[in-house]
């Protein structure tokens, strides 16, 4: 069958892929795993049971999914607390907050509607480790002694914590968001309450699009993946800005007053000289992926500023930051992660902050935005090689070539995928038109010598 665990959680087609019964089965396994691990620690009040806080996005599967998450948690012993429909990064703030053991998050991110998935948080509220993940996949299915009477879990609604996460995202600004007229579009999905009623209470004036979720529409035409209607929306409004999450709001991107599209880089380099000057960036270094572009590490670097790289995915990014002790990293698809106020990507977060260097600085997002140039960049997807070949000597020659003709103006990334025998060929140059050539150039080598 292959690992079920990807690269954040299990993801699959509701119903078929992601089953009631595997959702179950995975509750059951993982609350025997971490239980095993030590990370149960009963305490006084709770009666010598674990607590897990469970969360999901509005998706209509996730109904069904969360009560056989609930189902296989209570079945194995430990108290559940229901938080409803809540963004990932308030699911992990309160696993920590509320001093829960566990919790679990019912989302497929971005994904359309009919996908789902799920993700678990350790005590603390951080996302599990590779080796975690795989003990729960080896003990699915086992046979185990079923706790009885007094000894099952109870469940109770605790819908009202969606307050806590919202007062503690306030507590972090600082400077209030008075005269900030800003437009929200929540993708139909897991911020819908909780991303305008935060701005609201920072003192913005707050517009919201894809706020009406019907549990079928979630990440349609909207949301960080669709721009399209947030820029509409912010210039016709006369808008200040606009802020865009994805489907559970772990991450966000930004359009400007004009309808100018801001990625994660362009936020992360705002952050970053922002928590510099304050003297809040630890160790003057920010932890971003190798698909960040060459203008975010420029801009940086003549600031005086250290970027260390990972590999893509935030894992990586938050293992770096662990590591080296930073608190600040993430990636250029909107994914930040502020390690001094969330132990995870936090869209919600990240745009609070963003929104209130604009107000302190007293300027537009367009200025803010100018801070880095962004390199023009080209990605290639040539499909259905083999990946093994992507250090190939000849190939190798070509990207040598190609690095040798951009200078210090640009560079190549030759990255096999993950999950599809696919290679990846980018390019940034000082043009589009030099980057597509070389990136076109490139991907015709590979298709050549990576059969």
Known sequence: MGRLFGTDGVRGVAGRDLTAE??????????????????FHASVGRRGRPIAVVGRDPRASGEFLEAAVVAGLASSGVDVLRLGVL???????LTSALGADLGVMLSASHNPAPDNGIKFFTRGGFKLPDAVENEIEQ???????????????????????????VSHLLTTLPNRLDGLRVVVDCAHGAAHMVAPEALLRAGASVETIGASPDGLNINDGVGSTHLAALREAVVERGADLGI????DADRCLAVTGSGREIDGDQIM??????????????????????????GFKIALRNAGLNVVETAVGDRYVLEAMQEGGFNLGGEQSGHVIMLDHATTGDGLLTSLHLMAEVVRRGTSL?????????????????RDVTKAKAADPQLLAAVAEAEAELGDGGRV???PSGTEPMIRVMVEAQSHDQAESIAGRLAEVVRTVCV
Do not use: C, F
């Open 269 to 294: 380099t705002i952050l970053a000289l922002a928590m510099h000057a304050d003297g809040r960036l630890a160790n003057d270094t920010v932890v971003a992926t190798v698909m960040s572009n060459l």
């Open 22 to 39: 595997l959702a179950m089965d995975l509750s059951v396994a993982a609350a025997h795993v971490l239980g095993d691990a030590g990370a």
């Open 366 to 382: 367009d200025e803010l935005a100018s801070l880095m140039q962004k390199l023009p960049q080209v990605l290639v997807n040539v």
């Open 244 to 247: 865009a999450y994805d489907g």
């Open 139 to 165: 003990r699915l299915g086992e046979k185990w002694e079923r706790p009885v009477g007094p000894s099952v879990g109870r469940v109770r609604e605790a819908y009202g914590e969606a307050d806590r996460y």
């Open 413 to 415: 990334l030759i990255r």
């Open 87 to 93: 963004p990932t990064p308030a699911v992990a703030y």
